[in-house]
């Protein structure tokens, strides 16, 4: 049960969201910024979509990682979502770009704090190909689902188990962006 009185059916932090519109505008705003890049040559939105699943991960936010990871499976053809739970749990381990191993390290020190994160940290990045946009991008999307994930436990949300309704969102979500207002409610087949 939610600490606080949100509306009924809507998870995680659709909730929340619908509870105060005046802050769910900029936040999606945010996601949006963050998540659904608008440069070809930065961080794809698969890339962006898992740096937010790793950083939910480690905050043990079950909401955000189930759903960011979700869409970061649609975006990178992971249907089974095995990358996904193989990143979760030892990214080193997995054939993801070398490039995106040292931005998940880096994001992995954002989510200790900010000070965490090392020059080595970022020199390792940028030999493997990252950016300043990269690593930029890289700290802020860690920092901003650090507070995310907190606003989402923090107000005891509820997060259903069912994986086709985070299937179902994130096929919305990569048709729509993330937007305020937008219906949580999937078809009832789902819900059962």
């Known amino acids: 049960m939610a600490h606080i009185q949100l509306p009924e059916g809507l998870p995680g932090i659709r909730g929340p969201m619908a509870f105060s519109p005046e802050t769910a505008h900029p936040l999606n ?5 963050l ?3 608008d440069d070809p ?7 962006r979509e898992l740096i937010a699943t790793y950083v939910s991960s480690l905050n043990d936010c079950f909401f955000c990682q ?8 649609h975006h990178l053809g992971d249907d089974d979502w095995s990358l996904i739970k193989a990143v979760k749990s030892d990214y080193q381990q997995t054939s993801i770009s070398s490039k995106l191993k ?6 992995a020190s954002v989510q200790q704090g900010g000070k965490h994160v090392t020059a080595e940290q970022v020199e390792a990045a940028r030999i493997e190909g990252a950016t300043d946009k990269n690593i930029h991008d890289t700290v802020l999307i860690a920092a901003a689902f650090c ?5 989402v436990d923090g107000l005891a949300t509820w997060a259903p188990d069912a994986p086709d309704l985070y299937r179902y969102r994130a096929k919305r979500i990569v048709e729509g ?6 219906a949580y409610m999937p078809p009832a087949e789902l819900t059962t």
């Open 147 to 151: 507070m995310f994930n907190r606003y």
């Open 35 to 37: 998540l659904r890049p």
């Open 177 to 182: 962006g993330y937007v305020s207002g937008d």
């Open 102 to 107: 040292a931005l998940l390290a880096i994001a």
């Open 29 to 33: 705003g945010l996601a949006n910024a």
């Open 66 to 73: 189930t759903i960011h990871g979700a869409v970061a499976s």
């Open 41 to 47: 040559a930065g961080l794809s939105w698969g890339e």
